[in-house]
């Protein structure tokens, strides 16, 4: 409803149809384009695994490590994705250097993180991408979790030093 000038009586507007909208990728296929970042990591690789055994034909993986750009770069990340054209991205890529490294160098490693979230986000967002998913690693558990770790125990307490300012924080803000 909107209300003409001079008046207070509302006026039903008459439905315009939106402007259609055309994807090149649409337009080319089908083909669902999934980009893995982080995909020579344990999940990465893991992931990878897992597809090869199901090869469907309307996909196409990718799997990128970080000698195909530094994600942290806003041009680099928007080469690649100019390259891919990923319709699905499943961001696991991180810097990491495990607990005493994290420890060492916490604040490099979560300007690091942040800027590549940030890049792939941004580009997924610039894109239409239909599906991002992110990752987020073990060390986000809290520090004093019993074994085995389960999924429910990610919010039982603060996450370990070592990773308390990167991966958490990220998640928290995505969710």
Known sequence: FFFCKGTSRPRRRTPVAPPEVTDSRSAMSAQKIVMVTGGSGLVGRAIQEVIEGEKNADEKWIYLSSKDGNLTDAAETAAIFDKYQPTHVIHLAAQVGGL????????????NNIMMNDNIFQECHKRGVQKLVSCLSTCIFPDKSTFPIDEKMIHDGPPHASNEVTSRRVEQRTS
């Open 100 to 111: 005493f490294a994290n420890m060492k160098h916490k604040v490099q490693f979560w300007r």
